[in-house]
């Protein structure tokens, strides 16, 4: 977070001294996004809360955690293939799951099956690339989701 | 403003329905409604206030700077280790969804452009733009994106390939809808 400040801070004054109106520019398309995406968020943040409420952390953990082993995998993979959140938005809703229990292995299939395999969006795929193609290269990421997240568990159980 | 308000109806609702809801425990004495409100919704909404905007200033800066032309000039059908590196960068200087990228792919490959490239451009757009990348930092810390941004680099090459090898001499084209 800290980081995340300093950083941001530095970028800002370096744009100023080399072009502030370039900068301004940036900082109000900046804002103008984040007030786009703003009722968003907020709504899945209610929803989220809700779901946490009525959804003990014991279940979490259990299903979706450390111990879950591979179902909480697959699980997670087909949730990301399916869903179409935008990162803005599955970010900070992640963030929320591993504080409620999820492991990280589990949230990074999530993560990279919701960025590369797109089960809902194949049509618009196939209007570029074919029947075909689509079909492969979804089937192909799906499998390198589940083996991310695989050595993703490796390195966080050492 | 207007746009915003008209685009975001649902999520709008949402926020008017939970905000009565709030307002209606609170002043009957509803457990849930206050548990779900003080200790769910705002320690999350705090956090997102103090990070989103942060983030959102530097993804606008990144936007202004990064210009995609200037890249794109210099990806033609060349090859090679340099052509990976080069469209590995062109598609983390970008933003927004999975099927964003594949108008920037139907121009990749009408420029010229290799299989393997299109694909390796499709796959590094999905996992590891810029603006993403601070998200995920800001929420899930630098480990988990740093593993991560190194586990999936090696997939999208390899799949990149794979998809070079079924494609290549099979009248590979795209078209545009």
Redesign the interface.
């Known amino acids: 977070?800290k980081l995340?400040?300093v950083?941001?801070v530095i970028?800002?004054l370096v744009?100023i001294f080399t072009d502030p109106k370039?900068?301004w520019?940036?900082?109000?398309?900046?804002?103008?996004?984040?007030?786009?995406i703003?009722?968003?968020?907020?709504?899945v943040?209610?929803?989220?809360?809700?779901v946490?409420?009525m959804l003990p952390n014991e279940i979490i953990i259990k299903y979706l955690g450390e111990e879950a082993g591979f179902s909480g995998y697959v699980f997670a993979a087909i949730a990301g293939s399916v869903a179409?959140i935008?990162?803005?938005i599955a970010?900070?809703m992640?963030?929320?799951l591993?504080k409620s229990g999820v492991s990280?292995p589990v949230?990074?299939v999530f993560?990279?099956t919701l960025?590369?395999v797109?089960f809902l969006?194949m049509p618009?795929?196939m209007?570029?690339?074919?029947k075909k193609?689509p079909l492969?290269?979804n089937g192909?990421?799906f499998i390198?989701a589940l083996?991310?997240g695989g050595?993703?568990g490796i390195?966080y159980s050492l | 403003m207007k746009a915003i308000l008209r685009k975001n109806k649902l999520s709008l609702t949402v926020v008017l329905l939970f905000t009565v809801f709030t307002v209606v425990s609170v002043y009957i004495g509803f457990k849930p409604g206050v548990i779900i409100f003080k200790k769910h919704f705002f320690s999350f909404l705090m956090e997102m206030l103090l990070f989103l905007p942060i983030m959102f200033i530097l993804i606008g800066l990144g936007d202004v700077w990064i210009s995609r032309e200037k890249v794109e000039k210099h990806i033609g059908s060349d090859s090679g280790f340099k052509g990976i590196l080069l469209v590995i960068f062109l598609s983390m200087a970008q933003v927004g969804p999975l099927y964003g990228a594949f108008p920037v792919t139907y121009l990749l490959w009408k420029k010229g452009a290799g299989i393997r490239n299109i694909f390796i451009y499709i796959g590094a757009f999905c996992t590891i733009k810029i603006p993403m990348l601070t998200f995920e930092i800001g929420f899930l810390g630098w480990k988990f994106s740093l593993l991560r941004t190194l586990f999936s680099l090696p997939f999208i090459i390899l799949i990149a390939v794979i998809m070079e090898r079924i494609l290549k001499n099979k009248n590979f084209r795209m078209q545009q809808p």
């Open positions: 977070m995340l400040v950083i941001a970028a800002i744009s370039k900068t520019l940036g900082i109000k398309k900046g804002f103008l996004m984040f007030l786009k703003a009722p968003a968020i907020l709504a943040l209610i929803m989220v809360s809700v946490l409420y179409l935008p990162g803005f970010y900070p992640s963030g929320i591993v990280y949230i990074a993560i990279t960025m590369m797109g969006t618009i795929e209007k570029y690339f074919g193609v492969i290269r192909l990421y390198a083996l991310i050595l993703i390195f």
